[in-house]
């Protein structure tokens, strides 16, 4: 009796194992289409003519170890007509200082200090409007404090916008790394990302998916003020990736590029900032639907971890049958593919030593344990963790990830 429960486990989860690897290479074949199919900011036929004038909204809220070299790199631009609204967002440090002190230096740069934050508001999309209000461009160029720039990024993007007549660009940036763990959990949670997020989906005019890094994404005034500005996703956690599926639905013409040689922001500062991000993709899919949040936590656990500890079992408690053998070369081929498409994204997409890679399985589980923690915290006062700001987001309404 225990033999064939033992044989009807091993083949469900055969079955089960058939599945993961078939998804496997569904989503290797997207990211590597998305790899070298995805257009790049600096290659394209310029038709530009003019030089619109540029609002850069640079929102910032305890930013004093990045925001000097984020001004820098922005302040010597050898695009000619921009400004630089820079929005200190109720800082504890020396950040309101920093900027202050750019200001005076650079006339482009203009210091705004951002007022109390209303009730139902997100932090950085309460800034993100306080800048806009000083904002006289024709386009504006929304980013974060922690990014650097080459010297061409906002003439490239300009011209880039003109001459294929887009209403808003972003670009892809290179992620930078500074601890082990994000170092290693970052590969397999792009890897998920890739099978809906990629420039692939956002630039094909028949998919209504659309989404703005926030790190870099420039909009017509037009279309910006059209769909709302940043009053319509006050709310939304994932505010950049609300506005830009906003614009797609729209009708606005948005488009993804590649810059990783032009762009580098920092996707966390700590393996701390870096799991209250993975709590914070959960928190808004969970309000929005129970549902959905558990399956997409179900799909994420079997997806990025479960041919590991498959693997496990079937060698540790192999038997020379049907039901063990299937399942063992089942669990292996899930688990090379696991790794194949780490080895895939942390050299094509991120650019990271090859060896974090190897540590695919602690990555994966730190996603599943990060969605999660996400969804068992939905219902707290402070589900939501951001920049010394702590939010409970039961009665916000979350858009982004509607399908």
Known sequence: ??????DVFNFIFTVILVGVFLAWLSLLNSMYQSFTKTPFLDIFENKS???PKVSVILPA????????????????????NFEII???DSSEDKTGEIIEKFSKENSKIIHVSAREKPEKWMGKNWACMEGFKKATGELLLFTDADTKFEKNVITLAVSHLQSE????????????????????????????????YSALNVNNPKKKIGYFFGSFF???????????????????????????????????????????????????????EMWNGLKRLMVPLYH?????????????????????????????????????????ISAIISTITIFSASIMETKMGLNLNIANSLCAPIGGIIVVLGFLSGILHANKSSAVSWRGRKYSVKEFSQNFLKV
Do not use: W
């Open 218 to 272: 420039i909009i017509t005034r037009e279309i910006y003020e059209g769909i709302g500005t940043h009053e319509i996703v006050k709310q939304e956690i994932i505010e950049d990736g609300a506005l830009g599926k906003i614009t797609k639905e729209s009708g606005g013409a948005l488009k993804m590029v590649r810059g990783e040689h032009l762009i580098e922001a920092l996707y966390s500062r700590s393996s701390k």
């Open 61 to 80: 809220r305890n930013e004093e170890e990045f925001i000097s070299k984020c001004l820098e790199t922005l302040g010597s631009q050898d695009y000619e």
């Open 165 to 196: 007549n887009l209403d808003a660009l972003t670009v892809i940036p290179r992620l930078r790394c500074i601890d082990r763990i994000t170092k290693i959990t970052l590969p397999m949670l792009s890897t998920f990302l890739h099978s809906r």
């Open 288 to 328: 929005q639907s129970s549902s959905s949040a558990i399956g997409v936590f179900f799909a994420v656990l079997f997806i990025l971890f479960m041919p590991i500890p498959l693997l496990g079992y079937s060698i540790i408690a192999f038997e020379s049958n049907l039901s063990f053998t299937t399942l063992l």
């Open 86 to 88: 820079a929005i200190d």
């Open 1 to 6: 009796m225990v033999d064939i429960f033992i």
């Open 49 to 51: 003519t003019t030089t």
